[in-house]
Nanobody
Framework: QVQLVESGGGLVQAGGSLRLSCAAS????????MGWYRQAPGKQRDLVAVINSGGSPNYADSVRGRSTISRDNAKNMVILEMNRLKPEDTAVYYC???????????????WGQGTQVTVTS
């Protein structure tokens, strides 16, 4: 009942930048946390950055200082901008949105399909 559409990613040179965006739609009553996670081959899915409904961000140590997460509440969108990319940033990046549905105000926790980011040295 909640759909996420991710965009951005692709092939980037080390030292470059990327911008990932994720738009949520569907039977949404409210959105609490919006975030980005990533999963490299053979590794677990880890938090990259998350932003709560009040706009307070939280970053993984590995990206803090070179990443910015923001949200556009009017568009139900979350954006991740990363600079000074490194080969170790290579992973599939997943958007995650959590909140409450219009139907009975039930909670939801939705994942996007993922978008590949490859950083070449």
């Amino acid at each position: 009942q909640v759909q996420l559409v991710e965009s951005g990613g692709g092939l980037v040179q080390a030292g470059g930048s990327l911008r990932l965006s994720c738009a949520a739609s569907g039977s949404i009553f409210s959105i609490n946390a919006m975030g980005w996670y990533r999963q490299a081959p053979g590794k677990q899915r880890d938090l990259v950055a998350v932003i709560n409904s009040g706009g307070s961000p939280n970053y993984a140590d590995s990206v803090r200082g070179r990443s910015t997460i923001s949200r556009d509440n009017a568009k139900n969108m979350v954006i991740l901008e990363m600079n000074r990319l490194k080969p170790e940033d290579t992973a599939v990046y997943y958007c995650n949105v959590a909140g409450k549905l219009l139907t009975g105000f039930r909670p939801y926790d939705q994942w996007g399909q993922g978008t590949q980011v490859t950083v070449t040295s």
